[in-house]
């Protein structure tokens, strides 16, 4: 096992968290979802090894308290026996019924992937600190509106087609937006942004980055030789003056429409609108009934309080 983590960081598998109970350790499956045998037998490991309450973040991670340094050791163990693949490195969110909701704009997963998979070559991993995160959010039922992240991308419908709004730092309501774009431009300006806060060190957040920065990535559509490189290869880039491209300093970042330009630069060249939130299906809260494509249907509950003990977990898997 590694060293404990410290408050404040991200208490993984690996890395468990000493809390006022005990270590806590937080599971975030790669598949996005357990099958009922899975989730019992990690119930029953969560009750022989911890203090027997799981609970479920906002984010849709399962945490496990009460956890010794033994225990956590033998609990990584059997989560491994039972072939539960968990993420580690940067998170890269998406919706609880990603690529399963006939409602959602565009299946989120695929740019997700991209965007880890490019984290990876560009050496970010490290880089970062732990509470550092993207949202990549299909816009269906239910949206990420409510989770903040440093980097969020939202599918929206354009005349153009399907487009991804880029923002930073906050939630669905207060990130400050950058542009439209394709994916693979989106992704780009997601890694570019997060190059920029990792240069700013492992306590940062994009919510750090300068106002010039800020600009230098909302014209990134603009910087063909850029858009084209891969992340791997762009730039170091200093906090203190090392922005991509060249804009005038006094300039100040808006939220424009559509076609209007910053400085020679066109912001966004897609059609439609640039609204409060992107467009998608009618987000609501997750408890309740969703229809979901092939005429299956998705159950939303709630947990009091976030947690449930793990014995009552295990009945629920089972009927």
């Not at 989770?147 to 419908?157: C, E, F, G, I, Q």
């Amino acid at each position: 096992m590694n060293a404990f983590s410290r408050r404040g960081a991200c208490p993984a598998l690996s890395a468990p968290m000493q809390t006022g109970d005990g270590l806590l350790v937080r599971l975030n499956p790669v598949a996005g979802e357990m099958s009922p045998e899975s989730l019992i037998g990690l119930a029953e490991s969560a009750l022989r090894h911890g203090n027997g309450i799981m609970e479920v973040t906002a984010r849709g991670s399962l945490q496990i308290r009460g956890l010794t340094a033994q225990s956590a050791a033998l609990l990584a163990a059997e989560v491994d026996a039972l072939d539960i693949a968990v993420r580690t490195g940067v998170p890269v969110e998406t919706g609880p019924l990603a690529g399963i909701d006939p409602q959602e704009i565009a299946d989120p997963r695929p740019l997700a992937e991209r965007i880890r998979a490019a984290i990876e070559e560009a050496g970010l991993v490290q880089r970062l600190g732990p509470k550092v995160s993207v949202v990549v959010d299909g816009c269906g039922q239910l949206t990420m509106d409510a989770v903040t992240a440093d980097v969020r991308l939202a599918a929206t419908r354009t005349d153009a087609g399907v487009r991804w709004r880029v923002s930073v730092a906050g939630d669905g309501q207060n990130a400050r937006p950058l542009a439209f774009a394709d994916q693979g431009a989106a992704r780009d300006i997601a890694v570019a942004a997060l190059r920029m806060v990792a240069e700013k060190g492992r306590e940062a957040h994009a919510r750090d980055l300068s106002e010039r920065q800020l600009v230098s990535l909302a014209g990134w559509l603009c910087l063909t030789s850029l858009r084209e490189a891969p992340p791997s290869v762009l730039p170091d880039i200093s906090p203190s003056g090392g922005e991509i491209g060249s804009f005038d300093a006094g300039f100040s970042l808006t939220t424009p429409e559509i076609g209007e330009t910053i400085g020679d630069g066109v912001i966004s060249p897609l059609e439609g609108e640039m609204s409060g939130r992107a467009k998608g299906g009618a987000s609501r809260k997750p408890i309740g009934l969703f229809p979901l494509a092939g005429h299956a249907t998705a159950l939303g509950i709630a947990l009091p309080y976030g947690s449930m003990p793990a014995d009552n977990i295990i009945a629920l898997a089972q009927h």
